[in-house]
């Protein structure tokens, strides 16, 4: 049995290689956001940490292809 609460987010964390400035942080974040279910997006440049916040579970395969269109890789 589960402990989240029915309608409680979920967060998930991947960590991006290759940003270098701002407008990566930005690239990465609008693409992110384009996956269905993502309520909010976190990203940290400095250490290429992302948070994710969506209603479900994402698909990793869905964020993954986000990474890429932007231009980037997960680590």
């Known amino acids: 049995m589960s402990d989240a609460q029915p309608g ?3 967060v998930t964390r991947i960590n991006v290689t290759g940003m270098t400035c701002g407008h990566c942080v930005a690239s990465v974040s609008e693409e992110i956001r384009e996956v269905a ?11 290429g940490e992302v948070t994710i916040t969506s209603g479900a579970p994402l698909d ?8 890429a269109e932007a231009g980037y890789a997960l680590a």
């Open 8 to 10: 409680a987010p979920t």
């Open 37 to 47: 279910g993502v309520e909010d997006v976190d990203v940290v440049l400095e250490t």
């Open 60 to 67: 990793p395969t869905d964020v993954e292809a986000a990474v």
